[in-house]
């Protein structure tokens, strides 16, 4: 059975990623090396951040939309999270607004990933 364990981004930088994801998760990488880092995100899942440049088969240049999502959150922690970027400078794309799956905000890190902050409400599924 195919049970993904991790989530892997292509960087143009792996040290200026790692220092913006150790900064919006609060921890430090639990692997470094000189073209890739490796966050914990819980529960046996990894966020790794690989060089563009160094992994093969080279990666497309674009391709479909992509975001990580914090969705188990408050409305008032939403806001406390926006709040946060918004004085370290991290790019808002999409500021606090309800939408029809709850209140939520996007930011973008240094290679454009979205980056989901979402009090998710699932009182309208029917």
Known sequence: MFKPNSVILYVEDVEKSTKFYADVLQSSPIERFQEFSLFSLGDDVTLGLQSAQGIDPKPQPSFGGFELSLSDVSREEVDQVYSLWKEKGIPI???PTDLDFGYTFV?????GHRLRVCATDTTNVS
Do not use: G, K
Not at 107 to 111: E, F, G, I, K, V
């Open 107 to 111: 930011a973008t890190d240094p290679d």
């Open 93 to 95: 794309v999409l500021e």
